[in-house]
């Protein structure tokens, strides 16, 4: 399972919320809690996004490993302890809050049965999604993964979830004093003083967030208030698939017209070192187009050879037209030729918003009315 975990959100294709999907029950077994459910899970997120090698970011609350008699062997809660240890999985006190953060900063989904109840008042996002978060459901013998509606709890539901679980200080505090990230990382930002370049997003690719102060974004080095720079695009993300397996993941940058094959035109994206070489032979020098619009991506065929097209659900691929672009949503399979493939990450965001958000976070935890006045995203 090790090659499931990534250490990192920026190689993952989803977060789990792992001490929710080890105590579901539902999914088998027999014990209170279990690292098969993981195992389950893993291999209903390969089959979702078409990658055996698919990757996860897992946070788990601390307490997870400790009731080493509810797990089916001491085997287990060691085996957790380890990839602590190493980095492979995040613990936190309570695993809800940077799963959460997570989740708002790189779009990538959420795989939990929670309701989040608590935290939709610091997450507002949350109320009424019906896509970003996917619950392991048992099917027969296996495990699928389905996409949740998380409805609307009115705030008499929200406040009374609140008084039961004892959180009440908890989610005032972060009611009063939280940020809504996603205002501000899905925002270009503009510093109004004359020369300054700090935020320009017409200077290079580097995010750079902008300092909050008293819930307005400020200039980091003139402290002015930051003006609004228009939408920033999500990102859309493609990885290169050998034998149903991620070998690479490319970015590409919003509103671009990009050439992929075996060896591209200059500014295309050449694959032919990436394949092995029996398979890069089979693809032709330009495979296919892939257009960004916004966060809105189209694939067009260009090889002689054709590309088949696979979408979850579809019965069976169809050829991938030469004529016009064809929406390639996330999970959709491009097939260059059998055994090597494209298709769509689910992330949304730059992995630098998440980055800067996470080192932000390092320097200065604590969330509390000390920190309120100025705290960096
Ligand atoms: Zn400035």
């Known amino acids: ?225 930051l003006a609004d720079d228009g939408p920033r695009t999500g990102i859309v993300q493609l990885k290169l698939l050998v034998d149903g397996a991620c070998v690479h993941r490319f970015t590409l940058d919003a509103d671009t017209t990009v050439e992929i094959g075996r060896a591209p035109d200059a500014g295309g994206i050449a694959l032919y070192r990436l394949l092995p070489e029996e398979l890069a032979r089979r693809v032709s020098r330009r495979h296919l187009i892939a257009t960004v619009t916004g966060g809105d991506l189209t694939l067009r065929n260009l090889s002689s050879r054709g590309t088949r097209l696979l979408r979850p659900g579809a019965p069976g691929p169809v050829p991938l037209s030469a004529d016009r672009g064809v929406p390639f949503h996330v999970n959709d399979i491009a097939e260059l030729t059998p055994g090597a493939a494209l298709t769509r990450s689910a992330r949304r965001y730059p992995a630098e918003i998440a980055a800067a958000w996470r080192r932000s976070g390092a320097k200065a935890p604590a969330r509390g009315p000390a920190h309120a006045d100025t705290e960096w995203l």
Not at 51 to 79: I, K, N
Not at 90 to 99: F, H, S, T, V
Request: aromatic letters at 4%; a positive charge.
């Open 1 to 225: 399972m090790e090659r499931h975990l990534a250490a990192t959100h920026e190689e993952a294709d989803a977060l789990v919320d792992l001490s929710n999907v080890l105590r579901d029950e539902r999914l088998g077994g027999h014990h209170p809690r279990s690292l098969h459910r993981l195992r389950l899970v893993l291999d209903a997120l390969a089959d979702r996004a078409g990658d055996r090698a698919v990757r996860v970011h897992a946070v788990a609350d601390r307490s997870l490993r400790r009731a080493g008699g509810a797990f089916p062997g001491p085997a287990e809660p060691a085996l957790l302890a380890r990839w602590a240890g190493r980095g492979l999985i995040e613990e936190a006190g309570d695993a809800d809050e940077p799963l959460l953060d997570l989740a708002e900063v790189t779009g990538l989904p959420v795989i939990s049965r929670d309701d989040f109840r608590d935290f939709r008042t610091s997450h507002p996002w949350i109320q009424g999604n019906t896509t970003q978060f996917l619950a392991p459901a048992r099917e027969g013998d296996r495990v699928v993964l389905r996409e949740r509606d998380m409805g609307i709890r009115t705030p008499a539901q929200i406040s009374r979830k609140i008084e039961e679980s004892d959180l009440k200080a908890h989610g005032l505090l972060a009611g009063r004093h939280r940020r809504p990230m996603r205002e501000i990382v899905t925002r270009h930002w503009r510093c109004p003083e004359r020369g300054c370049a700090l935020y320009d997003r017409r200077r290079g690719s580097q995010v750079r967030l902008p300092l909050m102060r008293h819930g307005v974004p400020v200039c980091e080095l003139h402290r002015a208030p």
